[in-house]
């Protein structure tokens, strides 16, 4: 297990609960690459966290199922180049393989040289990929040093990452990506400042989102009530903003009830710059 802990489990945990999708008789989304990266272990783990908080595998499940949903939307209207910030275990390079269509996994040096392995290891050839911190490198001169046109479209797939960035960091961030990337856009999950800072009207759910962080041991450091800081900031386009509730109720209207107190606090958006 040297390699896992190495890595850590939350990119393992995300993979397990991506594995789950497939015994569903209405699947909302696709993922049959997950198993390769689950061990009993971390199901044992992952087990243990869901009797705690049953709803987080319905509100991760709209999650996935948005992100699919975007990614797909994307490709068919023409998008070519898709980059997957903090990919962990994300295998949408094989799941919406396109010709023409070129993804890129950017993440910790550790977890990609493990996840290369797995697939080498299934006789996948990994897709183009940036081992770093994005935070801490240029970003857009990676990609083009990766074969990348920073001068075309691209589509920033940042799943589960902004809740755990300081908001100088992200500021730093767009500011790169806007000052070097003339069109793209780039679709987030993300919680409002009341969850955040614990001030959210119904405790139930700021003790459920208090019992996650401790159970993943992780710390939410940053939210948004809306998305038109970035607007004022850099004249993005807020093309959506949504509760992952919304969500529910489309895809998934038998259960969305049971969950719907969390999954109205968790939302996701898609922001676009230049053309976009």
Request: with cysteine; proline share 4%.
């Amino acid at each position: 297990m040297s390699d896992i802990n190495e890595v850590g489990t939350t990119a393992f945990a995300v993979a397990c609960y991506r594995e789950m999708e497939k015994n569903r008789e209405h699947r909302v989304f696709n993922d049959p690459y997950a198993h390769w990266f689950v061990t009993d272990e971390i199901r044992e783990k992952v087990d243990r966290v869901t009797k705690i908080l049953p709803e987080s595998v319905e509100i991760l499940r709209y999650r996935f199922c948005i992100l699919d949903e975007i990614t797909r939307r994307e490709i068919q209207a023409g998008m070519k180049q898709v980059v997957i910030l903090g990919c962990g275990f994300d295998m949408r390079s094989l799941v919406f393989q396109t010709e023409g269509v070129r993804f890129c996994d950017v993440d910790q040096p550790a977890l990609l040289e493990f996840k290369h392995k797995v697939l080498e290891s299934h006789g996948v050839t990994p897709c183009a990929s940036i081992p770093c911190n994005y935070l801490e490198v240029d970003l857009p001169e990676e990609l083009s040093k990766a074969g990348f046109d920073i001068k075309f479209p691209t589509l920033f797939l940042w799943e589960g990452n902004s809740m755990y960035l300081p908001i100088e960091l992200i500021y730093s961030f767009f500011d790169s990506l806007c000052a070097r990337i003339p069109s793209f856009k780039i679709a987030f999950d993300y919680y409002p400042l009341s969850i955040i800072n614990r001030t959210y009207e119904n405790p139930e759910v700021v003790r459920a989102t208090d019992m996650f962080q401790r159970t993943f041991n992780v710390t939410w450091v940053t939210g948004f009530d809306d998305l038109s800081v970035f607007e004022k900031r850099y004249g993005m386009k807020v093309e959506e903003s949504k509760e992952l509730l919304e969500v529910g109720k489309r895809v998934a209207p038998e259960a969305v009830d049971s969950v719907a107190a969390l999954a109205g606090v968790y939302s996701y958006g898609i922001l676009s710059y230049g053309d976009g």
